[in-house]
C-alpha cells in the first residue's frame, strides 16, 4: 500500500507540474498586458517608461520558460505571486477564500450523500412503487436542471418571496450556507442516486443473492450485510469525483449568492486579468481534485482487498 501511494503521488506530482504548464501558456498566450492592467487597477497613468519597469518588476521582460521556472520556483518556496485586484500577495488571498469553499463543498457532500443514499437504495428494491416513480423524476429534474439557474430559483423564492434567507448570503454564519448548499447539492444528487440505483439493481440479481434467499437468511440481513456493501463501492469513487468537482467548480453556487470562495475570486481575477490569482486558483482547484482521488483510490483498495492483488494473485483466486 505505501508503494501504491507513493507511486501514485508522483504521478500527481508530474500532473499537477502538467496543469500549471498549461495555464501558465495559456495566461502567456492571452492579448492582454498584466503589467498595464495592474497600472489601471492602482488608478496609475501607463506611461512608456513606467510600463517597462513595471514589465521589468514582474519578469515580463524575461523569456517564456524563464518566467515559468520562475514562478514554479515560487510557487515551492510559498510566494505564489501578488494579485492587484486584492492588493495583497495570492497565497494570502487563497487562504483567506479558501474555508468558504471547503465548507460549501464539505456541506453541499454530505446533503447530497444524505438525500442519495435511502432515496438509490429505495428506487432499486422497490422499482415499481410510486416512491420509486417520483425519486426516478428528482434524479431526472436535478440532471436537467443548471446550478445558475436552481440557485436563482431558491434565491427568488425563499428569499425574494419569502424573506427566510438574505438575498445574498453570509459566509459568516450558518444561514448564509443553507441555500448555497443546497443548490450545489441539487447539481449532484441526481448523478449519485443514479449511480447507487444501478449498483444495488445489478448487485440484487446476482445468483449469490439468490442463494442467501433459498437458505433462509432474512431478507435485511442480506440487503444491509451483503448487497450494499458490495454495491455502494462503485458510489464511493461517483461521490469522491462528486466532491473534487464541488471543491473545483463552485464558482457558478459563489456567484449566484455572492459567497466570497475561490471561485467568486476566481471569476473576479478572470474579469480584472490577475493572471498570478488565477494561476493559483487553477493550481489549487486540481491540488484538490487529484488529492480527493488518491484518498478515493485508497479508501476504495481497503474496503475492497482484491483490488489491493497483483494480477497474478487476483486470478489465482479465480
Known sequence: MAALVV?????????????????????HLSPSDPALMMLSAQGVAPTPDLLEQTRHDMGLDQPFFTQYINWLQ?????????SYVYSAPVADV??????????????????????????????????TKLSALLIRLFELTSLSMPTF??????????ALTLGWFPAVSDASSAVGYLLPVVALSFSY????????????TAEVAKPYVEGLISRGMDTHRIIWRHVLRNALLPSLTVAG?????????????EMVFN???????????????DYALVQGYVLVSALFFVMVNLFVDIIYRIADPRIRLEPSERRAFR
Open 7 to 27: 507511486r501514485r503521488l508522483l504521478a500527481l506530482g508530474a500532473l499537477l507540474v502538467g496543469i500549471s504548464f498549461i495555464s501558465f501558456l495559456l495566461m
Open 74 to 82: 515560487g510557487i515551492f518556496q510559498g510566494y505564489w505571486g501578488y
Open 94 to 127: 487563497l487562504l483567506q477564500r479558501l474555508p468558504v469553499t471547503l465548507t460549501l463543498s464539505f456541506a453541499a457532500l454530505l446533503l447530497t450523500l444524505g438525500i442519495a443514499l435511502p432515496a438509490g437504495v429505495t428506487a432499486a428494491l422497490h422499482p
Open 149 to 158: 439557474w436552481f440557485g436563482l430559483l431558491l434565491i427568488y423564492l425563499f
Open 189 to 200: 444528487v441526481g448523478r449519485l442516486i443514479g449511480q447507487i440505483r444501478a449498483d444495488v
Open 241 to 253: 469525483l462528486a466532491l473534487g468537482a464541488m471543491l473545483s467548480g463552485s464558482i457558478t453556487t
Open 259 to 273: 459567497l466570497p470562495g475561490l471561485g467568486l475570486a476566481s471569476i473576479e481575477a478572470i474579469t480584472a486579468r
